[in-house]
């Protein structure tokens, strides 16, 4: 503060100076000053414009690029969903129509039998007419006197009982056979049943599938014309499929640690050297590189078993190279699961010697010994151990399928992360030029009223002159008027 | 051929990543066995492997002096070991030194003067030679000086540069129970000519469990 004061002993005087040299200087730089301001306001606001319409085309055109992509992913998964229905159902038809003439047949020969079992069933006896009639009669007849009639009615009467009993005994056994007939057609028309059941369940089968089919294809067709609607479905399944990838991606990358845990021990023993890479010893990284070594045996499995494509190189091979590469990385695998069983045990012996060293310094041998003598005796700990490094490497290779899923769906998740980012970029920048706009409008007011005196003489000593000019029109002296030219006469721009 | 250069390249890309900095870490016990110190031998050596010896690393390297009459002499260096890159090695080198450790504290010398100054001078030309990214020095004594007639002693001004110094077990003698004040000015004159060579850190420490920190293990 004292170094601005002309006179130190007298403040208040040279405030005064000050003020008043500030000004008249600032009042002759008005105009120049103002002109500057509006060039940096429009220079600031204008880059920021012009940056936050740069990021808003190339959110959109990331837009788009993200839609194409994932349009055609959903028209990729939509075909090969529908080839699979398609194959799924030409199996089934083949299958079933495989099968329908000996079908077809047995219905056949079951009808036709049944209409036999029918026909047979309706041959009945002819019941003697007239019989009991007959019997009735020469039973009525009135007893003749003469012995030989009465003989010969009494004759005819027995004959007559005996053959009414005859056919009476003939029709119950047809009625009998013609039951057993039905009966045993009843049988047939559970074959017929079953038969038909069959058929249903085929049809039934057909029209499921027909019915998926026209789902697939609905969904194929809309993702064909670009429907949003089809977008928003196949980016909510890509979100979906992101964070389920992601968080198995993350338990196997647990795995993967405990997998270096039992390796990185022995690996310092079987790989020592003072060598650091990256910060870590070698050794660690050799540890490193085995499980890395195994997830990549995995993705090889996968890949050559048509799980994954990775790799379009290993799914273009012919099989028989195929089923080379399959057997290489599977037998590297074991070789490598292996390895991590007999480092595993390793590590269990090591262990051991570490602590037992350690009580041995702390000079606890005797006492140290008893106490972890139980525990270490037990080959529990050694064969879990071993299991573990053996199982761990089978388990990190399935790594491949949601690794492939994460980095399928990451792409669109990243570029609409992208997107969002960069709109939301392009909207700080929009309020960011507006911000500055009118921060420099405000610092042109404030430099206005700091010179308000000066300002307002200007003002009245303009106002008397117009008097004195016979009423000339009084010039307003507003932030407006020192525009330069070429701004006053530019057209104004309309409205949007 | 493309398959050899591209291996080539990775290789020296690889050599490019290699971490040419020094990890290893070298310690220098320093050890008095003048005056009454000398009874604390056995306490000292317990500390030392129950304390510095499990917590080396294979690479790292230990030195154990003794602070007698004449400690800037090579017959001062009671240890020396730099373990090797293998770890059973290393705990069968670490197992050697602590036999080392207890025959020295089985034995009876004891000296009239407290060479300090000479035993810190010979244990920053052996930390030195070890070329270790961390350089430590632990001394166990009751931090009075008494240097013997006609000795002259007189750190450098970069000679304790980038290492760190603690005392460790600091004894208090029979004035210091008188005079408090004397106790800690003599710690802070060592704090001042430590510092004056240019010592990383000087720290006084009194209780043997917080080693852990000392040695950089958080």
């Keep these: 503060m004292q170094a601005i004061l002309l006179w130190p002993d007298r403040p208040f005087l040279s405030l005064l100076v000050l003020w008043i040299v500030s000004q008249l200087l600032l009042y002759a730089a008005r105009v120049p000053m103002h002109r500057a301001l509006r060039k940096t306001s429009a220079a600031l606001g204008g880059a920021f414009r012009i940056a936050a319409r740069w990021l808003r085309s190339a959110s959109e055109e990331l837009r788009g690029r993200n839609r194409e992509v994932l349009l055609e992913s959903g028209r990729g998964d939509a075909e090969a969903r529908l080839e699979r229905e398609f194959q799924r159902l030409a199996t089934t038809f083949t299958n079933d129509l495989k099968g329908y003439p000996a079908l077809h ?53 027995r004959s007559a009982q005996a053959q009414e009993r005859k056919a009476l005994q003939d029709w119950r056994e047809a009625v009998a056979k013609r039951h057993a007939i039905l009966a045993h057609g009843a049988s047939r028309w559970k074959v017929i049943r079953g038969l038909l059941e069959q058929v249903g369940h085929s049809v039934s089968g057909v029209l499921a599938a027909s019915g998926r089919i026209d789902g697939y294809m609905e969904t194929y067709q809309k993702i064909q014309r670009g429907e949003s609607s089809a977008e928003r479905v196949l980016a909510a399944s890509a979100l979906n499929l992101f964070v389920i990838s992601l968080f198995v991606v993350a338990v196997a990358g647990f795995g993967g640690f405990v997998n270096f845990q039992l390796v990185a021990r022995p690996m310092a023993e079987l790989v020592p050297g003072g060598a650091w890479v990256f910060g870590m010893p070698v050794s660690t990284i050799a540890a490193l590189v085995i499980v890395l070594m195994e997830v990549a045996a995995g993705i090889f499995v996968m890949e050559t078993l048509g799980i994954t494509h990775l790799f379009p190189r290993l799914g273009a091979l012919s099989p028989s190279r195929r089923r080379v590469v399959f057997g290489v990385a599977l037998a590297g695998l074991f070789l490598l699961a292996s390895i991590e069983a007999t480092l595993a045990i390793l590590r269990e012996q090591l262990l051991e010697a570490d602590k037992a060293l350690a009580l041995s310094l702390a000079g606890e041998t005797a006492r140290g010994a008893s106490t972890v003598a139980a525990p270490l005796l037990s080959r529990i700990p050694v064969i879990g151990q071993a299991v573990l490094g053996f199982i761990l490497p089978w388990i990190l290779a399935m790594i491949a399928v949601p690794l492939e899923m994460l980095v399928e769906s990451g792409r669109h998740v990243a570029g609409r992360a992208l997107v969002i980012l960069l709109r939301a970029v392009g909207g700080i920048l929009r309020i960011a030029g507006h911000v500055v706009r009118y921060l420099v409008a405000a610092l042109g007011h404030a430099y206005d009223i700091y010179i308000i005196v000066p300002l307002q003489a200007e003002r009245l000593a303009r106002g008397r002159d117009g008097d004195r000019r016979g009423g000339q029109a009084h010039h307003e002296f507003t932030p407006s008027s020192l525009r330069n030219p070429a701004e006053q006469t530019a057209p104004v721009r309309a409205p949007r | 051929m493309r398959t050899l250069r591209n291996a080539a390249a990775l290789a020296i890309a690889l050599a490019a990543c290699a971490d040419a900095r020094s990890h290893a870490r070298a310690i220098c016990v320093l050890v008095d066995v003048s005056g009454t110190y000398a009874d604390q031998r056995a306490e000292v050596v317990r500390v030392v492997k129950s304390g510095i010896l499990p917590r080396l690393l294979p690479g790292d390297s230990l030195i154990v002096i003794r602070i007698g009459d004449h400690s800037y002499t090579k017959d001062s260096v009671e240890a020396t070991v730099t373990l090797d890159s293998q770890p059973s090695h290393a705990n069968a080198q670490k197992l050697a030194l602590a036999g080392k450790l207890d025959r020295f504290a089985a034995g009876d010398q004891r000296t009239r003067h407290t060479d300090i100054s000479g035993a810190l001078l010979l244990a920053a030309e052996y930390l030195r030679e070890t070329r270790a990214g961390r350089k430590s020095i632990f001394i166990f004594s009751d931090m009075k000086e008494e240097l013997p007639r006609g000795a002259q002693r007189s750190l450098g001004a970069d000679e304790l540069a980038g290492i760190d110094v603690v005392a460790m077990n600091v004894k208090r003698l029979a004035a210091d129970e008188q005079d408090p004040a004397a106790y800690r000015k003599r710690l802070d004159g060592w704090g001042t000519r430590l510092a004056a060579a240019r010592a990383a850190s000087w720290n006084v420490v009194l209780d043997p469990s917080d080693l852990a920190s000392q040695l950089g293990e958080h």
């Design chain 1, 105 to 157: 047949r047995r219905l056949d020969e079951s009808v036709k039998r049944v209409e036999e079992d029918l026909v047979a069933s309706s041959l009945t006896p002819p019941e003697a007419p007239g019989w009991p009639e007959a019997v009735a009669a020469v039973a009525n007849m009135p007893k003749a006197g003469d012995r030989t009639v009465q003989k010969v009615l009494d004759e005819i009467h």
